[in-house]
């Protein structure tokens, strides 16, 4: 009896399990084979994913989209997941998604297809409805939107989608090729909600990058309008384009991306980010006077740039199946053209705290830019080459770190936006340094100015049976020359002009100091020789490595001349050049020796003495005024203002002196007059 319950009791246990699986085996057939229809109800009220197990095949056969072709061989894979992760890791290519759908009492139905990482087309019972981009089409493109596209009365058909992957560049993973999630069947109303949602979770998604636009837009365009007021400010310019960079990256990363271009040509203009951050970091740490860097920075820059530009191109040309390492090698050469430039940062920040010397503003952007750095290089690095490696620290790095307001906010935005302070803050401080040290320079120029107005003699001695004519003009707001015409006695006057090498209060406090030890040793002298070997004397040793010429000329009412030079042009009498003897500048050797070379200006002849800056005039074409020139001009007989104005027309580049004297006849009168920067033309 037992026997025979126990028996029974079996033969139960199996029946039920019999009946359980007979039960459960159609379910999961329906999962399994993509040949059963996909029934799609309820559309009035939302949307239905069109997911499960599709037949799926690589390839490529346009008579694939026939609702008539037989896939019965094809295997089947889950839509909604990437087909890298269902045995075909790092296919790229064509391929194809074959599923019957039936969709019940739907007039109109939208298909939404999410953003997805590969061009498609869509075929409803072997009609093509809808699709993004050229099949195949340019790696770049393969940032995909969502969509909607619309069947009416579709009733029961077969849906074909055909897909086509960019190869796989040197960060691919090889597992998310395909779609990454299902379709979706909605009604018309549903699917334009969709669009929306997913629209804004793009913006939400890229928030904390797109509201910083504002802000580089304004530091972009307020550092641009200080540079173009002060162009010497190289720190204020690279701030600048730093700025404008990010901008223009960031824009096209995310708001212009899908508005303006089909893909994102950002690789420039991140490595232009580069670049600036790279020359930003020069000029902060001080490490600008170091030429050798400067040109590695150059060289990078070059490399840098030339190699995002060709990366970006190569992204921007359609591959085909049989050119795809080709890519693979040369996205591989060019990723590491603007990959490996991107540690030069943590050189400059190496150099400029082992140098020391760092303010704190400095040290914070030091500190930033490490830390930046090392992240950013850390991330770039461990996603090259990751469906080998099979490295995740990129993905934990870029993973969001934390959400405001929804928003996520990852390590790399942190560290990005911490450098950003702080390099407004180094270039805030940078600038108010900089406007003081302009103050104390202007104020330096101002004392310059000064100095020189009272050394520049206001009007000039009148020499009885003589008319002369002086023009100044100095090259910058303080020049090197100077001029005296000092009277010895009623019928003899010492003349007087030098350049002394050098500009600003420097060459302002030689000026006075020859001009003062001048009015010593005329006094003592009036022999031109000897009053340049006494200046010479004292000159020693005052002049950190300069020199002064100077042309000291003893004139007499009965046109006797004596002239000596130190290093000087020689001056012309009429046309003629006076021969005087070569001698050394003053300042450059204490021994030195000059002579004296006498000379007759006879009535109505013209003495003309000038300084450099007329010979060294420099027209566009870079040519120089020259002596053929200047002998021109001299045979044409100008008074001082004359000579000047003709070297300024030809184009000026150092401070230009004329004095011109001429020997009048008995009874005539004798004058003087001078020009100058900011003093009226005195007569006497």
Wanted: proline content about 5%; some cysteine; overall charge neutral.
């Amino acid at each position: 009896m037992i026997n025979r319950n126990m028996r029974f009791n079996t033969w139960a246990a199996r029946l039920a399990l019999f009946t359980i699986l007979a039960a459960a085996i159609p379910a999961l057939g329906e999962g399994l084979h993509s040949t059963d229809p996909l029934v799609v109800r309820g559309l009035g009220t939302g949307s239905v994913p069109l997911g499960g197990q599709w037949s799926f095949r690589t390839g490529d056969n346009h008579a694939w989209a026939s609702p008539d072709f037989d896939d019965s061989g094809w295997k089947t894979i889950d839509i909604a997941k990437p087909w890298g992760d269902q045995g075909y890791w790092a296919y790229t290519g064509f391929a194809w998604y074959r599923r019957r759908l039936n969709f019940v009492d739907a007039d109109q139905v939208a298909v939404f297809v999410d953003s997805s990482a590969c061009v498609y087309e869509i075929f409803w019972n072997g009609v093509r409805v809808g699709g993004y981009g050229p099949t195949p089409s340019a790696p770049g493109e393969q940032a995909v939107p969502p969509a909607v596209y619309h069947l009416t009365k579709p009733g029961s058909g077969l849906m074909a989608i055909r897909v086509w992957t960019r190869p796989n560049d040197t960060s691919s993973n090889g597992d998310d090729m395909g779609f990454q999630t299902a379709p979706l069947a909605a009604n018309p109303q549903s699917a334009a909600n969709l669009l929306r949602l997913q629209s804004y979770a793009m913006i939400r998604s890229n928030l904390a990058a797109i509201v910083l636009i504002p802000l580089y837009a304004e530091l972009s365009l307020l550092g641009f309008a200080i540079w173009i007021r002060s162009r010497n400010q190289k720190l204020i310019f690279w701030f600048a384009l730093y700025c404008l960079s990010l901008l223009l990256f960031i824009a096209i990363s995310t708001v212009l991306r899908q508005v303006i271009f089909k893909w994102s040509p950002s690789s420039p203009f991140h490595s232009l980010n580069d670049v600036a951050l790279w020359y930003l970091l020069i000029y902060l740490l001080g490490l600008d006077r170091q030429r050798s860097l400067l040109r590695l920075a150059r060289i990078l820059a070059v490399i840098s740039l030339a190699s995002a530009f060709c990366d970006n191109f190569i992204f921007s040309v359609v591959w085909s199946s049989t050119h795809v390492q080709a890519f693979q090698v040369l996205d591989a050469f060019f990723t590491a053209g603007f990959s490996i430039p991107e540690l030069f940062p943590l050189v400059l920040v190496g150099l400029a705290i082992g140098r020391g010397r760092l303010g704190f503003s400095r040290w914070l952007v030091a500190i930033a830019a490490a830390a930046n750095e090392m992240c950013y290089v850390t991330w770039h690095t461990s996603v090259q080459g990751v469906r080998f490696t099979r490295f995740t620290l990129g993905q934990r790095i870029q993973a969001p770190a934390f959400q405001v307001a929804g928003v996520p906010i990852n390590l790399l935005g942190i560290l990005s936006f911490v450098l950003l302070l702080a390099i407004v803050f180094a270039a805030y401080r940078y600038v108010v340094q900089e406007a003081a040290r302009q103050r104390i320079i202007r104020e330096e120029l101002k004392s310059a100015q000064e100095l020189q107005r009272v050394l520049i003699p206001e009007a000039l001695p009148r020499l009885p049976g003589f008319a002369i004519t002086s023009a100044y003009q100095p090259a910058a707001e303080v020049g090197g020359d100077f001029f005296q015409l000092v009277a010895v006695d009623k019928n003899t006057a010492i003349l007087v002009v030098g350049d002394v090498s050098g500009k600003g209060l420097k060459a302002a406090m030689t000026v006075s100091l020859i001009i003062g030890a001048l009015r010593t040793l005329t006094d003592l002298t009036a022999q031109p020789d000897k009053i340049l070997e006494m200046l010479n004397r004292r000159m020693m040793g005052r002049l950190e490595n300069g020199f002064v010429t100077c042309l000291v000329i003893r004139i007499s009412t009965d046109g006797l001349c004596t002239a000596s030079s130190a290093g000087h042009p020689a001056p012309f009498v009429g046309d003629v050049e006076v021969n005087l003897a070569p001698a050394l500048p003053l300042g450059l050797d204490a021994n030195a020796r000059y002579e004296n070379q006498p000379f007759d200006l006879r009535v109505s002849s013209r003495l003309t003495v000038y300084t450099d800056g007329l010979l060294e005039a420099r027209n566009h074409d870079g040519e120089l005024f020259g002596f053929k020139r200047l002998e021109k001009l001299i045979s044409l007989q100008p008074d001082a203002k004359e000579a000047v104005n003709t070297a300024i027309e030809f184009g000026q580049e150092d401070d230009i002196t004329v004095l011109t004297v001429t020997r009048l006849d008995a009874g005539e009168r004798s004058s003087t007059s001078l020009q100058a920067p900011e003093w009226q033309t005195a007569e006497t």
